[in-house]
C-alpha cells in the first residue's frame, strides 16, 4: 500500500509494523488515530501537513482510511521547532508558543524556513 506524501513524494505504508493498533479504548471514546481519520474525511481535508514527528503514523492513518473506505488526503511532513535545549516545542511541555516566537521577533520567513518550507 502506497501514500501520496507531499507534492512528489510518495512512501510505503507498513500494517505490519504497528501490529494491533488501539483504535478504541474503555477510558475514551476513541483513539487519536482513528479520530483523526474519520475528521479528516467528514471535512473534506484533501491534504495533511504535520511534524517530522507523525509520519510514523501516517500508515496507519492510509491503512485505516482504506479498510473504512475513505478518501487519502496527501501528506506532506515537515522539519520540527525546537527549543534552545532541542527538545521540540509541544503545548503539553508548556513551550513557546507560534505567537511567543513572533512577539520575540521572529519573522515568518525565518519560522518557515525552520520548517523547511
Known amino acids: 500500500m502506497r501514500a501520496r506524501v507531499g507534492e512528489m513524494e510518495e512512501t510505503a505504508a507498513d500494517p505490519a509494523r504497528w501490529g494491533d493498533a488501539v483504535v478504541a479504548r474503555r ?6 488515530h482513528l479520530a ?11 491534504h495533511v501537513v504535520r511534524g517530522e514527528d507523525l509520519r510514523a503514523a501516517t500508515d496507519l492513518h492510509v491503512l485505516l482510511q482504506r479498510l473504512l473506505g475513505l478518501s487519502t488526503p496527501a501528506y506532506h511532513h515537515h522539519r520540527l521547532l525546537l527549543a534552545e535545549n532541542g527538545e521540540k516545542l509541544a503545548k503539553s511541555r508548556g513551550s513557546e508558543s507560534l505567537g511567543d516566537l513572533r512577539a520575540r521577533g521572529a519573522t515568518a520567513a525565518e519560522i518557515r524556513q525552520r520548517l523547511g518550507f
Open 27 to 32: 477510558d475514551v471514546p476513541t483513539s487519536y
Open 36 to 46: 483523526v481519520v474519520l475528521d479528516d474525511d467528514a471535512q473534506g481535508i484533501t
